[in-house]
């Protein structure tokens, strides 16, 4: 683990070098013209510990658990000021809806097991008709993050599906995250669901964070949301309707180069970057250039309140 620093540390170690330095200057002249004398060698100065504070967000997003891969993401997906954005705290308790392979996971999670708070980990509710694909992903997130607790502490694993019951224990939760999943939720129906069971969870002032892949206001909301983009305006309503108020909106995951529309929708971008639809074998000879020039989608970054 990363060694904790504070400011306070560094000045004192400062201190302690001028200190040392302050009685050699008394030794020498004291002793000068007595060969018998020996002047005090000056203290070693303390190197500064390297890296964040342990704890910090600083040190979870810079956190050397993270792979490459995850980490070269945090250019476009902005970690740091998004959650800080939506003001999080060490101590909350976070419910983050269908958590997937756990981007945010490898980064919350150690955050809250330092600052003693809890991570709710929110995924797909399974049963006889789950696609395999998402039970392999739930069985792979499981197995990652439960398996090391002195880095991700106790994750509580939940569900959110069409027929799950609560997220967590009612009106207990700090902050709720909502992480690019609003237009899986609108295909299945269960979107107003979603908004439902995260104010059920909410504590009265407590936060709802919403990342979403962004349409533009001019055109057509698909009510399935096939492309996987969703209008603000929309997310606002559906927000509204489920009791939450509108707190602010942030630019910070926003991408002007992104304008919505890609043969394979927003999964035609990075990080899927898919060259056929899904589900059929990927086409050799599909021309990416334009596409991976976009980078990630456009996203509106969204913070809600649970009304006192």
Known sequence: MAQRTTDGSLFASRRSWLAGTAALGLVMVSGCGRGDDKAAAPEAEIPAPQGPPEGSLE??????????????????????????????????????????SGWYTEILAPYLAEGRGTYVAA??????????????????????????????GEIVLSA??????????????????????????????????????AFAALRPGGILGIEQHRLAPDKDQDPAAASGYVQEAFVKQLAAEAGFVFVAASEINA??????????????LAPLRLTAPRGEPADPEFDRTEYDAIGESDRMTLKFRKPE
């Open 59 to 100: 040190w979870a997003v810079a956190g050397p658990w993270r792979s490459v891969s995850d980490r070269a993401r945090d250019a476009d997906r902005h970690p740091m000021e998004t959650l800080r954005f939506f003001g999080l705290q060490p101590a909350m308790t976070v419910v983050d809806f269908w958590p997937g």
């Open 123 to 152: 995924g797909f509710q399974t049963g006889p008709l789950t696609d395999p694909a998402q039970s392999a992903l739930m069985a792979a997130f499981e197995q990652r993050f439960t398996a090391d607790k002195d880095l991700y």
């Open 160 to 197: 959110f599906g069409p027929t799950s019951g609560p997220v967590a224990e009612a009106g207990t939760a700090d902050m709720v995250l909502f992480m690019r999943f609003i237009h899986a939720w609108m295909a299945a129906g269960i979107a107003e669901k979603a908004f439902a069971d």
């Open 255 to 268: 991408n002007p180069d992104d304008d919505t529309d890609h043969p394979f929708g927003v999964e035609t």
